[in-house]
């Protein structure tokens, strides 16, 4: 990992002094200011609400350039790691560094594979939900509750076998939420087939008779974990982050990332575009009218699925979903009418000023749920597909934070604004 280069120094004058704030430069050539001391040498803070401008890290692990709309895992291009790789390949990459060797993936395979069970105590856990719980907390609450069969991983080994375990386990657990809110008996999961297929028999089979597998859906899924793994300091990855530098649990920083995501700004939104789709064509199919009340200042309504903090171009993760609905679809047959709706108010948009002048594109959300659909997982699970994807990538993350040299509790400033002191008497 190259550390950041100190290329030059900002100054800062404020009141009769001036101040030199060193300017290091990343290896993409991003440059930040340094104001770890800031607070010490001026007595002042810096106030940036949402963290637009702020960063709370360096990191080597994922790329963007929300300009140029460029995504890379450990410098890998998304669009090769899409088109050749697969989900575990990729999650070896994001948490160890480098591509695995052919042993070492077929050993990561097979360890993954030998942990997918749950401790059978875990069906009481899930049968303690309401039927109708949503499956993200419900899935938070599993992982917490993981934390309680295993003890604390502290040392290399321990860390390494918690990761292993929830790489393992967390599908087991999402299928088990899922089955439960059918009234289902929960599926075991299968030492013979690969990661994306034992999801799909977790979650579609039923003992009363066996669930082929259909590889075209088990491809699709692989590739939407592939294209959902890491995203760089996103809201819920900051969040595993920040849990994590109180040295709390691997498991509960995962399972506060989970809640994170939930939020239908973030990885929710995978549930409200589907859902807009279907409203758009329950009403009648007109994407010019919905997309007049998305303008609209007098109204709340949003156009899920779009817009990004960090894109201000086409989301290549959605570049890419959106030719992979089509191939989808026209394998599967599938119904297309929201695919026709999502790509007319796509083609809308690039036409018109508002979008355009806020730099409003798709983003990983706007196609994801559309394939989702096709491929027959239930909407309210969408977003824990999308946990499921950004399992890897929170790990590395925690991993990198963890054995970062600046390791220390995240802790940030505020400005005060309240009232100033007052006595009872
Ligand atoms: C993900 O950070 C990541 O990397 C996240 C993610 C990942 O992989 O981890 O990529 C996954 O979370 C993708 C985003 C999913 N969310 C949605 O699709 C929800 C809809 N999008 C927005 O709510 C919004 O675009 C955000 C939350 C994604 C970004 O919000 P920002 O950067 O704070 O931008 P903003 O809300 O300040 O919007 C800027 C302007 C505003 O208009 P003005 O006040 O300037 O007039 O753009 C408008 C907004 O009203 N706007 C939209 C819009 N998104 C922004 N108007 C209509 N529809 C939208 N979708």
């Not at 410098?75 to 070492?104: K, N, R």
Request: with cysteine; hydrophobic share 40%.
């Amino acid at each position: 990992m190259t550390l950041m280069t100190e290329r030059e120094q900002a100054q800062l004058t404020y009141r009769d002094q001036t101040f030199a704030l060193p300017v290091l430069e990343g290896s993409e050539g991003e440059v930040a200011i340094d104001i770890g001391k800031l607070r010490r040498d001026t007595g002042l803070i810096t106030l940036d609400p949402g963290f637009v401008n702020t960063g709370s890290c360096s990191s080597a692990i994922t790329f963007i350039d929300g300009e140029k709309g460029i995504l890379r895992y450990r410098g890998y291009p998304i669009e090769d790691l899409a088109e050749h790789s697969s989900f575990l390949e990729v999650a070896w990459l994001l948490l160890f560094g480098e591509l695995p060797s052919t042993e070492e993936l077929e050993a990561f395979d097979e360890d993954i594979t030998r942990h997918s069970m749950l401790h059978e105590d875990f069906k009481r856990l899930f049968a303690a939900f309401p039927k109708d719980a949503h499956p993200m907390p419900t899935l938070a609450s599993a992982l917490g509750a993981l934390s309680t069969f295993y003890e604390e991983p502290r040392s290399e080994k321990q860390i390494r076998q918690g990761i292993v375990r929830l790489i393992a386990k967390m599908p087991t657990m999402a299928a088990y939420a899922y089955k439960h809110s059918i009234g289902q008996p929960t599926i075991y999961p299968r030492n013979d087939l690969g990661y994306a297929s034992n999801f799909l028999h977790m979650m579609f089979a039923t003992p009363c008779e066996e669930y082929e597998v259909d590889p075209v859906v088990a491809r699709a899924l692989d590739l939407l974990l592939i294209l959902h793994a890491d995203h760089e300091q996103n809201c819920s990855t900051s969040t595993v982050r920040l849990v994590g530098s109180s040295q709390a649990h691997l498991f509960a920083s995962i399972a506060a990332g989970v809640l994170a995501l939930w939020g239908p700004l973030h990885g929710g939104a995978n549930q409200k575009v589907i859902e807009m789709l279907e409203d758009i064509a329950a009403g009648g199919g007109s994407a010019k009218e919905f997309l007049e009340k998305a303008k609209s200042k007098d109204d709340t309504t949003r156009l899920m699925g779009f817009g990004h903090r960090v894109y201000k171009s086409y989301d290549p993760r959605a570049k890419i979903l959106k030719q992979a609905c089509q191939d989808v679809l026209s394998r599967m047959g599938g119904n297309s009418q929201l695919l026709d709706i999502a790509m007319e108010l796509e083609s809308i948009t690039l036409e018109d000023d508002y979008f355009i002048s806020r730099k409003l594109y798709p983003n990983v959300d706007f196609y994801s749920g559309v394939i989702y659909k096709a491929i027959g997982i239930p909407v309210p699970m969408f977003t824990v597909m999308f946990a499921l994807g950004r399992l890897p990538g929170w790990i590395a993350q925690w991993l990198e934070m963890r054995n970062s040299p600046e390791f220390r509790i995240g802790r940030p400033r505020q400005v005060y604004i309240g009232a100033t002191e007052r006595r009872l008497s």
